[in-house]
């Protein structure tokens, strides 16, 4: 079983978004997956209680007394033959956060390309580099589709950083919204999200099959 926490001390960065689209895209290629909500929001709860489908399974988890519930939910999830645990963090709870990271086999910070948010993004780096040797990559999500300035992202902001960038950027459609309202991955409606998705999937997959540092 392989762990992935999305992360971001950032709200509106879109983690709920790339989580529950890389749930929906990895069961599409033969994993058993369980999403842990560990958002006080709730987002990723409410879109598996409005799904038709019985998975990806989106388990919603007490964050206030994450230190014991975070590891009981793993030991459930490796019980029940899950292959692949995707955990959606708060913006906000640095504890939270430091579980999932720490529970995890891959963290995948998620930002926008705009000043503001690659900003916020040391206080997330730091906290990383202080677990050592853990693995991490920043997802770029809400771009322009021509991936002109995501791509200068890479190459400048996200380069100052001690870890490196998934090639598979997210850009800014309504696919996107219009996959939640209606309790689906973007994958499933086949819009132009659709391949972003896979590709993002791909990257993280590859990544997590690799055994030396990314």
């Known amino acids: ?36 909500d560990l958002d006080p929001q709730r987002s990723a ?8 489908a019985e998975t990806p399974v989106v388990l919603a988890i007490d964050a206030t007394n994450i230190v014991k519930a975070l590891p009981q939910a793993m030991d459930i999830a490796l019980r029940e033959g899950f292959t ?5 963090t708060p913006g906000r709870d640095a504890l939270a ?17 705009t000043l503001a948010d ?11 580099k202080r677990l050592e040797g853990k693995r991490a990559a920043f997802v770029l ?3 322009h589709y021509n991936g002109r300035r995501a791509e200068a992202v890479k190459q400048g902001a996200l380069a100052a950083f001690a870890f490196p960038v998934i090639d598979a950027y997210l850009a800014n459609r309504v696919d996107y919204q219009d996959a939640y309202a209606n309790a689906l991955g973007v994958t499933e409606l086949e819009g132009s999200a659709a391949g972003e998705v896979r590709a993002l999937w791909f990257d993280v997959h590859r990544k997590l099959e690799k055994r030396t540092h990314v």
Do not use: F
Not at 14 to 23: D, M, P, Q, R, Y
């Open 141 to 143: 999500n809400q771009c």
């Open 84 to 88: 692949l645990v995707i955990i959606d």
């Open 118 to 128: 690659l900003r916020a993004q040391w206080a997330t780096v730091e906290a990383l």
């Open 45 to 52: 709860h409410a879109w598996y209680e409005d799904r038709q």
């Open 97 to 113: 956060v430091n579980a999932a990271m720490q529970a995890s086999d891959l963290c995948l910070v998620v930002t926008r390309p």
């Open 1 to 36: 079983m392989k762990a992935v926490a999305v992360v971001t001390q950032k709200g509106g960065a879109g983690k709920t978004t790339v989580s529950l689209n890389l749930a929906v895209a990895a069961e599409a290629e033969g994993e058993r997956v369980l999403v842990l």
